[in-house]
């Protein structure tokens, strides 16, 4: 394909297939691994893919051979690859988009992708190499880049790209689970390496016994772009008060430095800088138990700001024991559930019983739709809500609603309408912000319902519809309608 084709935007919208060059070397599970390594020394390669039925099975490496040398002493005869290759190979089908590919080496930190075809055949594969000679301004080399910037000033010169990248990925038509899921990597490899050169450079670091949290959207791994920041602190019970500082010293600079690449403060200082969102386990937990136990509108509040906590840094056992805390907490007090499918329902999507969309009456913005508040917010909290009745905390809202469909709690039909609203819903949000950037005006999620065009503003209509379905859901679920009568 000639090289004037593969421009920024064009190149993304590139079929695998058209990049996919000839298939990798292979050799059938009952290969002898001496045999594995002289392939590899003749192609001089550093894998081989296993195939049956020209099925990939898995792929051997340098690196799963120099582990059998030494765990068996160099006694390799007789020893087949079946035995030490890694299962499961990450791959992409011929017809998906370039971008798929870079977004899964990004996803996985790989190098190489296999391309099947549409029986599951291998065809091919896709490198980094491949891509990174072709189109330098993607997913993969951005975070490259990220990974080897040496400024806070040179990760807000990149940070600044990253939307390009976004914009690109959209109009290719990329899947909105794995462009928000992309968005998220993406911000989470910017706070490691901020955190990486606060140590380097500055000497500023979380001690061991901490671990710095995302919370809200970041910490359930699906942001849009760059939304506020909303982090917490979490540390062992009796550090010093020298150590107190440190963390306290660490928050601030991480604050600071996350705004100085373009991430907002949260207007509500949920933030780790604030010492009202850094605590010990056991004040965690002490304050967990009261937000859960005691349902004011407030400690709903911050319960359903809190619910979604990741660790970025630090020492992840914290995390699980408060995540196992939560859970015991929740099921200890059942009335809980109640309360929070109350304060959710409060808010139902603006559409009317024969399909008109409701907006704002007046301010700022009248005539518009508040995204987030008209479907997407109801969609992300209930579907933590009843994941977390079910036992299950953490994940995204699409990992949550799938999880509900296979306990039955959504029937496939409702899941299939509740899944199709939140994803048009959050592009649609998307879509918003990058025009809103593009204006030269802050990301955006409110929409004005006659600006779009007619095809459109019909899916938002279904799409509202969809998020109404599943508030009945709720109402039924917890007899909400019964306690209100």
Request: charged fraction near 25%.
């Amino acid at each position: 394909m000639p090289q004037s084709l593969f421009n920024e935007e064009s190149f993304l919208f590139l079929q695998v297939d058209s990049l996919c060059h000839g298939a990798p070397v292979t050799c059938p599970p009952e290969t002898e691994v001496v045999e594995a390594a002289r392939l590899m020394q003749l192609h001089d390669i550093s894998g081989v893919v296993v195939v049956e039925a020209d099925c990939p099975l898995g792929v051997v490496t340098v690196s799963d051979l120099r582990n059998l040398i030494v765990d068996s002493g160099g006694n390799v005869g007789g020893r087949q690859v079946r035995e030490i290759m890694s299962p499961g190979l990450i791959s992409v089908r011929s017809r998906d988009l370039v971008v798929e590919a870079i977004f899964r080496m990004a996803k996985h930190n790989i190098h190489r992708v296999t391309v099947l075809d549409d029986d599951g055949r291998l065809r091919g594969a896709i490198t980094d190499a491949d891509l990174l000679r072709l189109q330098t301004r993607t997913p993969l080399y951005l975070n490259q880049e990220i990974e080897t910037a040496t400024s806070i000033e040179q990760l807000r010169r990149i940070s600044a790209r990253m939307v390009d990248m976004v914009r690109f990925a959209a109009r290719a038509g990329t899947e909105t689970k794995s462009l928000v899921e992309l968005i998220s990597h993406l911000n989470d490899a910017f706070t490691l390496r901020i955190i990486a050169l606060m140590e380097s450079q500055e000497g500023i670091r979380l001690p061991a016994g901490a671990a710095y949290l995302a919370l809200g959207s970041e910490g359930r791994g699906e942001q849009t772009l760059r939304t506020d920041q909303d982090s917490a602190i979490i540390h062992a019970d009796g550090l010093a008060p020298e150590q107190l500082e440190e963390i306290a010293r660490f928050s601030a600079r991480l604050v600071e430095a996350l705004e100085l690449i373009g991430v907002p403060r949260c207007p509500g200082d949920t933030m780790a800088s604030n010492p009202q969102w850094r605590h010990s386990l056991s004040e965690w937990k002490a304050l967990l138990g009261q937000w859960i136990n005691v349902p004011k509108p407030e400690h709903m509040v911050n319960f359903g700001m809190f619910q979604d906590f990741r660790t970025i840094h630090g020492d992840p056992a914290l995390e699980a024991e408060l995540r196992a805390h939560l859970l015991a907490e929740t099921q200890r007090c059942s009335l809980f559930f109640l309360y929070v499918a109350r304060h959710i329902v409060r808010f139902p999507p603006p559409v009317g019983m024969f399909g008109h969309i409701r907006t704002e009456r007046r301010g700022e913005h009248r005539g518009e739709v508040d995204l987030k508040k008209a479907g997407i917010f109801a969609v992300t909290e209930g579907a933590s809500l009843l994941a977390l009745e079910n036992g299950a905390t953490g994940g995204s809202t699409w990992e949550k609603l799938e999880l509900l469909g296979e306990r039955g709690i959504l029937p496939p039909r409702d899941l299939a309408i509740v899944e199709q609203a939140y994803s048009y819903l959050v592009r649609l949000r998307l879509q918003r912000q990058l025009r809103s950037i593009e204006a030269g005006k802050p990301p955006s999620n409110y929409l004005n319902p006659l600006a779009i065009p007619d095809v459109e503003r019909d899916q938002l209509r279904q799409a509202l519809k969809g998020v109404a379905t599943f508030l009945r859901i709720l109402r039924v679920r917890f007899k909400l309608d019964s306690i209100s009568r």
